[in-house]
């Protein structure tokens, strides 16, 4: 058995007395680009191997609604779209499968970026995500900050407004305003996240922008909307703060008595900032096999 010759040795270069060395670098370059790779000893090229990113975990709350798990997914393929290569998974928090400790159990020893799909810094974020991801040893786990507040939200905001029907024309939005409808907690900080993304979406918007909730907090979208009424505001918009299809969705989506916008579900705007999340999560230092940490920005 012969051994594979040697590959062809490169082309003396022609120089010309004038050349820069700009120009002599350049076509050196091109030279040498240009040439095949160099065989591995048996005759092939050695393939190179490119480590895996962590795993992107992408956290909903759960629903009985049979549209969230739907619109979740679709949210996570787009998600998928612009990032091809990362692995991403899913996992509930309740209600719905996969459960959030059964797509952890499921995962190879390493890295993963828990992603909740959740606006504010309640509950779940701070306790229910750190105690799932507690139950997985086997992993070295970040919990990305949730997506709220953030400019990108108000983006899939606004989007959602127009595409239920809002028009502001100069001069026109003094008897307008928008109740920005989301789930609650008694987290305080939630609350405050909530209404962070109020400000923004006023500052969008140029109107005025009440945050109001569904449970656990006050004001519920009723009162913001009577509120909003007595201030002599005829034209009051629901704004719908929550990433898929539910119960409190709907609810909250029935007191608007002018237009209601549809949940976030999978905008171009909200896959950008999951994706972002988790680049921000993955910039901390690194975890200690076993455990995990919290990203708070």
Do not use: C
């Not at 680009?33 to 092939?44: A, C, D, E, I, K």
């Not at 913001?224 to 009424?229: E, G, P």
């Amino acid at each position: 058995m012969t051994e594979p010759a040697d590959p062809p040795a490169p082309r003396p270069l022609a120089s010309h007395p004038f050349d820069t060395t700009s120009q002599l670098l350049t076509r050196i370059t091109a030279q040498f680009g240009s040439q095949p790779p160099h065989p591995h000893r048996h005759g092939t090229r050695r393939p190179m191997s490119t480590p895996q990113p962590p795993t992107l975990v992408a956290v909903a709350h759960g629903s009985r609604d049979p549209r969230a798990p739907t619109t979740v997914n679709a949210l996570l393929d787009r998600v998928r779209e612009l990032r091809p290569g990362l692995p991403v998974r899913l996992g509930h928090i309740e209600l719905n499968a996969p459960l959030l400790t059964d797509t952890l159990a499921g995962l190879p020893d390493g890295d993963a970026v828990l992603v909740p799909l959740l606006l504010g810094r309640g509950y779940h974020v701070k306790h229910d995500l750190p105690g799932a991801a507690a139950t997985a040893p086997h992993l070295r786990v970040r919990v990305a900050a949730p997506l709220g507040p953030h400019p990108l939200l108000v983006e899939a905001l606004y989007a959602r407004l127009t595409e239920a029907g809002w028009r502001t024309a100069p001069g026109t939005g003094g008897g307008t305003a928008v109740v920005l409808a989301a789930a609650g907690s008694r987290d305080p900080e939630s609350a405050a996240d909530t209404r962070r993304t109020a400000r923004l979406l006023g500052e969008r918007l140029g109107v005025p922008v009440i945050a109001a909730y569904a449970s656990a907090a006050s004001p519920t979208v009723p009162e913001a909307v009577r509120a909003l009424t007595a201030r002599g505001h005829h034209r009051v918009a629901v704004a719908s703060y929550f990433t898929a299809p539910g119960l409190f969705a709907t609810r909250s989506a029935a007191a608007a008595p002018w237009i209601a916008a549809a949940p976030l579900g999978p905008h171009a705007a909200l896959a950008r900032l999951v994706l972002h999340r988790y680049d921000r999560a993955l910039a901390t230092a690194p975890v200690p096999a076993g455990s995990s940490r919290l990203v708070t920005a």
